[in-house]
């Protein structure tokens, strides 16, 4: 506690009479363990609620951009490719795929022959 009289000689304002820790007025109770407890209870589950809003909200901010992103890919491969772009791109793979086990069925002899002569016509040009 202080004094009645400040420093300037003036009397002190009433909230500088209660010390750190003092309650304001005699007769006022002070907060139990228990009290104490269900606040911080009370201001722990209020902050997970926050902190859950705000997980949804990202989580339909990231839907929204992944749908958006999406419609850009298939847009994007309708004017590469026109109509039925993944039905071009699906004949394109099998054509590779169909060509690689021709490739691999081959002597790689006749590979390197044919290679070599290719080679030598280059040459010569």
């Known amino acids: 506690m202080q004094s009645s009289i400040n420093r300037h000689g003036l009397p002190p304002d009433p909230d500088e009479l209660i010390a750190e820790g ?10 139990t363990a228990r009290e104490k407890a269900d606040e911080s209870l009370h201001a722990l589950q209020h902050e997970v609620r926050l902190l859950n809003a705000r997980i949804g909200v990202l989580r339909e901010d990231a839907e929204a951009a992944l749908k958006a992103k999406a419609v850009s890919v298939d847009a994007s491969a309708h004017v590469q490719l026109g109509d039925y772009p993944w039905l071009k791109l699906a004949a394109a793979i099998g054509t590779t795929f169909i060509a690689a086990r021709l490739v691999r069925r081959l002597a790689l002899g006749v590979l390197l022959a044919g290679f070599v002569g290719h080679i030598q016509e280059v040459r010569r040009q």
């Not at 003092?22 to 907060?31: G, I, K, L, T, V």
């Open 22 to 31: 003092d309650p304001p007025f005699a007769d006022a109770a002070e907060q």
